[in-house]
């Protein structure tokens, strides 16, 4: 399925009916009096949070969404029945913005939450409630009122507890596919993740988490350069960032300092959340030497480092261990299960 996480639709709620001048008119029921019913309310427009959605393709295929309208009322007290109400599913992690002011007015990021995009109109009275002393037989009766049409963008954050970031090739879909069961693409060239994939990770003393395995930054990736920037808005929402460092690269301590300057362009309080340094590819490093030297020179900047290798399996429990302990602990709970579950690396 192509993943989308921006789309822009238009919301309709249903008109309210119109109320209804009529006067009773039954043999034996002389001058019976006014009996116009009133107009049923119109259909509210609403946006609900569903977990089985990850992408707002479907908003692509389709933009507009209406409510129904209210039913006139009629005579004989007849009211009108209210037009039905419109829910709009979509992905959990859904922001809901306004097109024209560009004010954030949802957040939906729990299952079932619901927002009221647009509200119905009312209903207009029927003459049944103008009759009075002086005026017994009225002939006022009132429209029902118009429905609500707004523009919105939808914008979609990955909820995911911990997030992947670091340069193309750095390692990133081959570890999360190592951890848990997700199956992005694997290549040995740069940007082979074109979108962001997301796996479950259980450990043997912690409750597991979701990890968010997002597309390669590049430097400027926080000005709008390259695929990274497209999808920098997925780290939000991570409580734990794993920055993966090639043992490979060159200048392996410079990879990550571009990580940070473009993490810290996008969103400066992304360098506030608690991050781990992870030297990827272990296995390829030449020696415990090589990997010493590199792992003091990250720990220098004053990040936890783990070192891994997907291949050979060479610290992944460990880092799914530290991981699962940091989450717990930022959690306020205690990383202990009653009920351990089994992992397999």
Partial sequence: MKFVDEATITVRSGDGGNG???????????????????????GDVILMADDSLGTLLDFKYKSIYKAGRGKHGQGSDKYGAAGEDLIVKVPVGTEVYDEET??????????????????????GLGNIHFKGPSNQAPRKSFPGERGE???????????????????????????????SAARPKIADYPFTTLTPNLGVVRG????????????????????????????????????????????????????????????GSFDSKLLERPRIAVITKSDLAGGPE????????????????????????????????????????????????????????
Avoid: Y
């Fill in 290 to 345: 090589n990997l010493g030297k590199l792992k003091k020179a990250l720990e220098s900047k004053g990040l936890e480092v783990l070192i891994v290798s997907a291949v050979t399996g060479q610290g992944i429990k460990e880092l799914v261990q530290k991981t699962g302990e940091r989450l717990a602990a930022m959690s306020g709970v205690s990383a202990e299960k009653e009920e351990r579950e089994e992992w397999n690396p």
């Fill in 204 to 263: 043997e003393t912690h409750a597991g988490f979701v990890v968010a395995d997002l597309p390669g930054l590049i430097e400027g990736a926080g000005m709008g350069h390259g695929l990274g920037h497209q999808f920098l808005r997925h780290v939000e929402r991570s409580r734990l960032i794993l920055h993966l460092v090639d043992c490979q690269s060159e200048r392996p301590e410079s990879d990550l300092d571009t990580i940070e300057a473009e993490l």
């Fill in 102 to 123: 560009g004010e954030l007015i949802a957040d939906l990021v729990e299952r079932d939450q619901q927002f009221l995009a647009a509200k119905g109109g009312r209903g």
């Fill in 20 to 42: 209804c001048t009529s006067f009773r008119r039954e043999k034996f029921v002389p001058r019976g009096g006014p009996d116009g019913g009133d107009g049923g309310d119109g």
């Fill in 149 to 179: 049409e707004r523009r919105l963008r939808l914008e979609l954050k990955l909820i995911a507890d911990v997030g992947l970031v670091g340069l193309p090739n750095a390692g990133k879909s081959t570890l999360i596919s190592r951890i």
